[in-house]
């Protein structure tokens, strides 16, 4: 295998990464929609927030690796 | 149709004044250039703002206050009064981090969070000096740390490592959280312009994105600088309080 193609690969790869993001993401502002749909006094969003940033940064450090392989010669 | 990407070009670091101290280059960067600036630009809010003191705030003093009050705020429900005496430090962090982040988003400016030494840096300070505190506070009391409450003996085997592994990992975490937002974010902006400037009038699709996660990254940029201080505060609480 061509190691150019090698990388293409490697970093499609390393972008799976994101599934667990999307997957944890979507799961942080359905249960912040479901508190204030039960609750529209709670004060949750700041912590919804806290937990959009922790998920996020998860897949990040996967996109940033492909991000790495792909234009770090 | 030839599409050149370089979006790593925009984090490299630049000698603005060359400088060598027998082996050592400390020239004097845009990395540098960029943190003097955020220095100073904090500097300037907390000065000016708290110059003349008036009842009816300015512009500029709202600010300060805002930023002051928020930071004690977050201070106060993470640690408590305890924590007031490390005000100080976290509102630095905060500051310094949130101006990086959102000088960085200036059009051919330079992001200095994007740097893992510079996260790596912030956040070995945090972890050394809460380790100290808690220390210093408690003795070798600190070490009950990693012994969780109320479980057999038999477990423990297993989950003082996994305390101890978790708890020697945050420094890692807390700067590569930082740095990887921002290299994505800023990467990602970098690709869609790239695409915007290559294929002529359909290039105002990915422009239109651009923008959209501009708007995104401008979040993130408020929303880590955030992230940073309350994990901060949330390691000083364990700390000072031993869960």
């Known amino acids: 295998m061509e190691p150019e193609s090698a990388k293409m690969i490697g970093a499609g790869i390393a972008c799976i990464a994101l599934v667990g993001a999307g997957i944890g993401i979507g799961n942080v502002f359905a249960a912040l929609i479901n508190a ?17 940033a922790l998920a996020e940064a998860t897949g990040l450090f996967g996109l940033a690796i492909a991000f790495l392989i792909l234009f770090v010669s | 149709m030839a599409l050149k990407l370089e979006p790593l070009e925009q984090f490299v670091i630049k000698p603005i004044v ?16 960029l943190m003097t600036i955020a220095v100073l630009v904090v500097s300037a809010i907390v000065v000016i703002g ?11 003093q709202s600010l300060g206050e805002l930023a002051y009050e928020f930071v004690g705020n977050m201070i106060d429900e993470t640690v408590g009064a305890e924590g007031q005496r490390y005000f100080p430090f976290i509102f630095t962090l905060f500051m310094f981090i949130l101006f990086g982040n959102l000088l960085g988003l200036i059009p ?4 200095f969070t994007g740097q893992i030494i510079v996260t790596f840096a912030m956040a070995a300070v945090v972890f ?63 690709i869609f312009g790239g695409f915007a400037a290559s ?5 105002l699709l990915p422009l239109g994105l651009d923008i959209l996660i501009f708007f995104l990254e401008l979040l993130v940029a408020v929303l880590q600088a955030y992230v940073f201080a309350i994990l901060t505060c949330l390691y000083l609480n364990d700390a000072i309080h031993l869960h």
């Open chain 2, 199 to 203: 294929i002529g009038v359909l290039g």
């Open chain 1, 36 to 52: 204030l749909a039960r609750n529209p006094a709670a004060q949750v969003t700041p912590f919804a927030f806290l937990g959009f």
């Open chain 2, 18 to 33: 060359p400088l060598h101290i027998g082996k050592f280059d400390v020239s004097f960067t845009n990395s540098a250039l």
């Open chain 2, 108 to 111: 051919f400016g330079y992001s």
């Open chain 2, 50 to 60: 708290t110059r003349r003191e008036a009842l009816v705030p300015g512009r500029i």
């Open chain 2, 128 to 190: 050394i000096g809460v380790t100290l505190i808690g220390i210093w506070r408690h003795g070798w009391h600190f070490l009950s740390f990693f012994v969780p409450h109320g479980v057999p003996f038999v477990l423990l085997v297993l989950l003082v490592p996994i305390e101890l592994l978790s708890y020697l990992i945050r420094p890692f975490t807390l700067s590569i959280r930082l740095f990887a937002n921002m290299l994505a974010g800023h990467t990602m902006l970098a």
